[in-house]
């Protein structure tokens, strides 16, 4: 969960923020995603850009098993979290199969999620899989 007021936010650490898988993912990041500069934020296990048009949180609950989609990003399972993107208009993926798990956050709609994806890949793999999404086909 994030809150925007002016170019100045804050963004709440998720409750596992203080792993050391955390701090490596945070610290692997890239200074500018998808042409917009990293922002300066306080907190464990988060990270932001273009004034909080993008924002990252390591340390959230990992997902349970779910039917929402889940794309595969060079080896790392994201999930869409498809009830707040019609509800809010905001698209969160959060990994799955990770502990602890990772949440990406695109305010605008017509954000690329997947060459950001791409772009914190390396980041992320850093936390190791535990398990894949499946779909119909790998039952």
Not at 2 to 20: H, I, K, N, R
Not at 82 to 104: D, H, M, S
Not at 106 to 130: E, H, K, M, T
Request: net charge negative; with cysteine.
């Amino acid at each position: 969960m994030y809150t925007l007021s002016g170019p100045e936010y804050t963004v709440e650490s998720g409750p596992f923020a203080q792993d050391t898988h955390c701090t490596r993912v945070v610290d692997g990041l890239p200074a500018e995603l998808m042409g917009m500069k990293r922002d300066s934020l306080k907190g464990a296990g988060v990270a932001g850009w273009g004034d909080g048009s993008i924002v990252l949180r390591c340390g959230v609950e990992p997902l349970a098993p779910t039917i929402n989609t889940c794309m595969n990003v060079n080896g790392t399972d994201w999930v869409l979290d498809e009830e707040r993107a019609e509800r809010e208009g905001v698209r969160v993926l959060t990994t799955y199969g990770r502990v602890p798990a990772v949440e990406i956050a695109f305010a605008q709609s017509n954000q690329s999620a997947g060459d950001a994806l791409i772009a914190i890949d390396r980041s992320v793999r850093a936390i190791p899989q535990r398990s894949k999404c499946i779909g119909l086909g790998d039952t």
